[in-house]
């Protein structure tokens, strides 16, 4: 594979971890900085991380994978923009736009975005060789920091224009990303 191939399929990756990122900075608006680098470092690591296991696990898992990692991201990316928008309606400004960013709560956002990476490995593993991947998931990794780290700062910019209810506007994407990956999954073969 060529290094643009490899940088456009980055790029194809990252975009759910940009949404995420924008959100991110939408809601912790505070401290942008440290919000940006958290995002673009987890969603860096995680989006170079998964396509090495994909690699790894090879095809002898593919089916297992890609038959659960809707649902999995549903879930997850559910359950985060489900606290948001609870917490927005419940009033509790301050916990959600405290400028901190919890670590479990950016594992969870990794996860959730990069398990579609997981696959991409998979599909590697009868391209390229393990050198080649290394520096393809260095690649990857790279470019979703990147992409990630400038999501952030675009999202302050939305927050800064929605102030109070850039939560409830995260919260109500966050959940329908994660319902659109599972409807394109599951309807549309994703």
């Avoid at 971890?17 to 940006?36: D, H, P, Q, Y």
């Avoid at 673009?40 to 994909?54: A, H, N, R």
């Avoid at 393809?136 to 999501?151: D, N, P, S, V």
């Amino acid at each position: 594979m060529s290094f643009a191939e490899i940088f456009l399929i980055g790029v194809g990756l990252s975009m759910d971890a940009f949404a995420v990122s924008v959100i991110n900075g939408m809601c912790r608006r505070e401290n942008i900085l440290k919000t940006a680098s958290a995002c673009g470092l987890c969603f860096g690591i995680f989006q170079g991380l998964m396509p090495s296991l994909g690699f790894a696990l090879g095809s002898a898992f593919s089916r297992y994978i890609e038959k659960y990692d809707h649902v999995i991201a549903l879930l997850l990316l559910g359950y985060i923009g489900g606290k948001m928008i609870f917490d927005a309606v419940k009033n509790e400004p301050e916990k959600a736009n405290s400028g901190r960013l919890g670590l479990s709560e950016l594992i969870l956002q990794g996860i959730a975005t990069s398990i579609d990476a997981l696959a991409v490995g998979v599909s590697f593993a009868t391209m390229i060789s393990a050198a080649e991947m290394a520096g393809a998931a260095a690649l990857i990794a790279a470019t979703t920091f990147i992409i990630a780290f400038a999501g952030a700062f675009m999202g302050k910019r939305f927050g800064d224009a929605l102030n109070n209810k850039a939560q409830l506007a995260g919260g109500i994407i966050l959940a329908a990303i994660g319902v659109k990956i599972f409807v394109e999954h599951t309807f549309f073969g994703g």
